[in-house]
């Protein structure tokens, strides 16, 4: 399906562009309107039927309900240039605050919990409540973290070369620690971080359950950031796109289509074409043909090379193998999108006549400890899905009405630690219904009655996460977000620049490459520009 005009033809029958982006993620679609706003023709080809891989909003899975089919809370854009660069709002997207971003119920008491609000001071005068120590060894945490991330930040706006690294990460003050010690906490496992930092067991497990958000234990090494990151969400505080993930990608393809960029939805791609060490186009999956100065593979990096440059000559064998090496791991979770009557009932909590709470704005943090969380973490190491696994509830209809019809919500249960490959001797088709019921069962021992609400659910298995959004493996977050896998090791040192070298005019974005996974728009941010600076060396 074509979104706009029909493409102009080369004498040779075959559209011809500037610059064909494969895959329409977030990332895919920033990179291809960064080139549409600078006056390059483009085009976008997606497999799917609408645009936004998963950053994409689906109203046929429940309906009459807007259900988002990945990405949910969207963060660290905020902190990139890409909103106002782009103009999206003139587009139709609209955020709305998610305040406080995170709630932590205590588990077995009634009425009280750990709130985390955008704003520093409020967030402390909850944690207070239970330990005024943390609440000063929170204040000053935050802002230690925050001098150092802002630097990260910045190192995750350009390409992940190593004087990028030096001079953007640790070329600042690193106020509330000496540069030796906060390297020291860099290095070491976030786990250990969070339980040197703070003495209550509740704040320790609200932090250490949010950071474990991006796939590693806290046991890992080279992990402390996972939980220093914490500090950044008081800058950028959580947000929603109204109407759901999908009307950031949504906004894209308008923007897009507005600077003359074309976009095709159920347009897969066979191949990427290459001749004599260039880019010069892609083959769909049809047979059809389109000629471009430059291809940008928007897509999964093993997508990329054992797929789309399958039989292509220029790829350098030595890059064939080290993709045999990358570590997707073995899932990440799974999550059931359900329809409800009305929102979970948190014991003890004040509500407004709606049956709203503060707790429902944001994301509500259910890991009932630390040892629950080794626990899990130990079952999907052994290859099966948790017995007790720990939800992650999100309510998002608290703050916008157009997701459900009047009266009724939606809630999006995340679960953690549910392994791709299940060792064993279970198929996830046959086990979706009894895990969901599990992660449901989850949610009503904080707030019961919860399933009892549920009217219609869609259950996202890691298999089904694969095979929706050709996550392999259902790793969200493509590879590995292990040190040796991260920065100018991501996806591996020799493709770090967002290109692969030996091809001129073939570029890289998305969570496979620097820095990773999650709503950023860094990745797109980053090829768009470095291709602007190079198009003299693919335009021609």
Request: aromatic share 8%; net charge neutral.
């Amino acid at each position: 399906m074509l979104a706009n005009a029909a493409p102009a033809l080369t004498v040779s029958g075959m559209s011809s562009y500037d610059a064909i982006i494969v895959g329409s993620g977030h990332n895919g679609m920033i990179c291809a309107a960064y080139l549409a706003q600078a006056g390059k023709k483009v085009a976008v080809f997606e497999r799917r039927g609408t645009v936004g891989g998963a950053v994409c909003t689906d109203t046929t899975k429940i309906p009459g309900y807007k259900i988002d089919v990945g990405s949910s809370a969207h963060v660290m854009i905020h902190q990139t240039p890409v909103l106002a660069d782009l103009e999206l709002s003139k587009y139709g997207l609209e955020y709305l605050e998610m305040d406080p971003w995170a709630y932590y119920p205590l588990p077995g008491q009634p009425g009280k919990g750990i709130a985390f609000y955008r704003d520093v001071e409020k967030t402390c005068q909850s944690i207070a409540e239970i330990s005024p120590k943390d609440a000063e060894a929170y204040r000053t945490f935050v802002d230690a973290w925050g001098k150092l991330n802002e630097g990260v930040f910045d190192a995750f706006l350009k390409p992940p070369t190593p004087w990028n690294l030096v001079s953007t990460m640790f070329g600042r003050s690193l106020k509330g620690s000496d540069h030796m010690n906060m390297v020291r906490k860099l290095m070491g496992p976030y786990g250990q971080l969070v339980l040197e930092t703070f003495e209550h067991e509740a704040l320790r497990t609200a932090i250490i359950w949010l950071a474990a958000q991006s796939g590693p234990p806290p046991s890992e090494a080279a992990s402390g950031d996972f939980a220093g990151w914490h500090a950044m969400y008081h800058q950028s505080g959580m947000k929603r796109a109204k109407g759901g993930s999908g009307a950031l990608t949504q906004a894209l393809k308008k923007r897009i289509i507005a600077d003359g960029g074309e976009v095709f939805e159920d347009a897969p791609v066979k191949r990427i074409i290459t001749s004599n060490g260039r880019a010069t186009g892609i083959e769909l999956e049809n047979g059809d043909r389109h000629e471009a100065k430059a291809v940008v593979a928007a897509t999964h990096i093993k997508t990329t090379l054992d797929n789309f440059l399958a039989d292509c000559p220029d790829l350098p064998d030595e890059i064939r193998q080290r993709s045999k090496s990358l570590r997707v791991g073995n899932g990440f979770g799974m999550i059931v999108r359900c329809a409800m009557e009305s929102l979970p009932d948190y014991p003890g909590f004040n509500y407004d006549n709606k049956g709203v709470g503060e707790m429902h704005r944001g994301l509500q943090l259910l890991c009932p400890s630390r040892e629950a969380l080794d626990a899990a973490y130990g079952d999907y190491l052994a290859g099966r899905p948790p017995e007790k696994p720990i939800p992650l509830v999100m309510t998002f209809s608290s703050l916008d009405d157009t997701l459900a019809p009047a009266g009724k919500h939606v809630m999006f249960v995340w679960g953690q630690y549910h392994p791709y490959e299940l060792r064993n001797g279970e198929h996830w088709d046959d086990i979706a219904d009894r895990e969901a019921d599990k992660l449901l069962a989850a949610v009503d021992e904080y707030a019961p009655g919860t399933s009892a609400k549920v009217i219609d659910r869609y259950i996202q298995t890691p298999l089904e996460i694969e095979r929706l959004h050709g996550m392999l493996r259902a790793n969200v977050m493509h590879l590995e977000m292990s040190f040796d896998q991260m920065f100018c090791f991501r996806p591996m040192p020799e493709l770090s620049s967002y290109k692969i070298p030996a091809i001129k005019g073939l570029y890289l974005t998305g969570a496979s490459t620097h820095p990773g996974g999650g709503v950023w728009g860094a990745s797109g941010h980053n090829t768009a520009k470095l291709m602007l600076k190079e198009q003299k060396r693919w335009s021609k």
